[in-house]
């Protein structure tokens, strides 16, 4: 895996050793949000679609330049170790939340 991933893989693994991911699950919606922080912000993983907030998947995911952005690999890591801060929230905090997360844009 490491072959594959190069040094995002090792980013990654950092990450994920330094509880940079967090999972909040919102109630009682069931709503689930995952965020990893990177260097100095936060970006909201979608798992499901293998879809980042931050500029590296935009500007080399999807342009096919690399697979997966570290934030990505990160998320999937941590939860295939259980290795994660799971927060659990009312769905009123949901805009709260969501409105902290960095967009396509700013620069990592």
């Given at each position: 895996?490491?072959?594959v991933?190069?040094?995002r893989f090792q980013q990654a693994l950092?990450?994920?050793e330094a509880g940079k991911v967090r999972k909040y699950?919102?109630?009682p919606s069931g709503r689930t949000i995952w965020v990893v922080a990177g260097r100095?912000?936060?970006y909201q993983v979608l798992p499901d679609s293998l879809f980042c907030t931050c500029d590296?998947?935009?500007f080399?995911?999807?342009?096919?330049?690399?697979?997966l952005c570290y934030h990505i690999i990160a998320q999937q890591l941590s939860e295939a170790m259980s290795k994660h801060d799971?927060?659990?929230?009312?769905?009123?905090?949901?805009?709260?939340?969501?409105s902290k997360l960095t967009m396509i844009g700013s620069r990592e």
């Open positions: 895996m490491t072959n991933f190069q040094k950092g990450l994920v699950h919102f109630s100095g912000r936060d590296d998947y935009y080399r995911v999807m342009e096919h330049k690399k697979q799971a927060i659990g929230m009312t769905d009123s905090r949901y805009p709260e939340i969501t």
